[in-house]
């Protein structure tokens, strides 16, 4: 399709044109009503802070920091937007797909009765990877790059996995309280990869004794799965883009419409936007990702971490923005 169905309909001249790392500064000042920050993660805190300042709206892409310092930032911002009344909608689109809410609605109803534990894998080959150029400082090829260096994209447990572990969250409406776990770089070992692990498998506790079970992979020829599954005394729910049901006493198996949730999360950002009922899902992203962050805590370190612990920890990624 290319671009050619939005010409007329995009006005960008070159004085609302902005490059550089300061390049977010002018355009939160350049009049805009609503902000997209889907930079690589280290930078969301920062433009985030700087949006809702500004008396915008934001859609906010997960993870929404590489650390707790940039958490504490961000929950901070969304406190301040809830209170200017604007609206925040995070990049964690399953809590605008239609599966997902009917299932979250079952389990949120008893249908799983006491939740004993959940189990959440993204495992997959592979990713993107850009050769270095000539000409390309260190800079500009970690950034061309970031997925694959920690103070960038946070490793890929917090980049991607965020996704899972917020679904788990969701089910057991409770954030964890310790982890523990272990991990690696096992094949992506060449410098060309940056630092980040290839795997990281962690073990969540919660404060009313569930846990959950996680694992992320990314190494090719291995068994994929992207899902999640909470187990209960009357049942299992297993839940995946596409495929929702739950066995046991309350069987259930969803047959309704299926949405692009990628276009609804938006949808729903400006519907309650021109409602005056501003959604705001900063506080919920926020905890997802530290979520994300206390498992590569406890993979780095190989320690039990708690939750307050990593929550106040000082430990920073990359440089000040």
């Not at 495992?123 to 960038?152: I, V």
Request: glycine fraction near 10%.
């Amino acid at each position: 399709a290319g671009v050619e169905p939005l010409a007329g309909r995009v006005d960008v001249p070159e004085s609302r044109r902005f490059a550089g790392f300061d390049a977010y500064r002018g355009v939160v000042e350049s009049g805009c009503d609503v902000v997209v920050i889907a930079t690589p993660p280290h930078f969301r805190p920062a433009h985030f802070e700087a949006a809702v300042e500004r008396g915008q709206h934001v859609f906010l892409e997960k993870p929404v920091a590489v650390d707790a310092p940039g958490v504490r930032r961000v929950l901070a911002a969304a406190e301040r937007a809830a209170e200017k009344g604007l609206a925040v909608v995070s990049g964690l689109q399953r809590h605008h797909q239609f599966g997902y809410l009917e299932a979250m609605r079952r389990i949120h109803d008893g249908a799983l009765g006491r939740i004993l534990f959940a189990r959440c894998s993204w495992n997959q080959g592979s990713l993107w990877h850009k050769p270095r150029q000539a000409g390309w400082s260190d800079m500009e090829w970690q950034l061309r790059n970031w997925l694959y260096f920690t103070w960038l994209s946070g490793d890929h447990i917090v980049e991607q996995h965020v996704h899972n572990l917020d679904v788990v969250n969701w089910a057991l409406q409770a954030h964890p309280v310790r982890a523990r776990g272990m991990g690696g770089r096992q094949v992506r070992t060449d410098p060309a990869f940056g630092h980040v692990f290839d795997h990281h498998a962690v073990q969540y506790g919660y404060a009313d004794g569930a846990y959950c079970f996680s694992e992320c992979r990314q190494i090719d020829g291995c068994a994929n799965d992207v899902s999640e599954h909470v187990h209960g005394t009357r049942g299992v729910a297993h839940l995946a883009d596409g495929r929702w049901s739950i066995t046991g006493d309350a069987a259930w198996t969803y047959d309704g419409p299926k949405n692009y949730a990628y276009q609804t999360e938006h949808d729903d950002l400006f519907a309650s936007i021109r409602s005056g009922k501003p959604l705001n899902e900063g506080r919920m992203v926020a905890e997802a990702t530290l979520t994300a962050i206390l498992g590569r805590m406890a993979t780095y370190s190989g320690r039990e971490v708690t939750w307050d612990e990593a929550l106040q920890s000082d430990e920073r990624f990359g440089p000040d923005v």
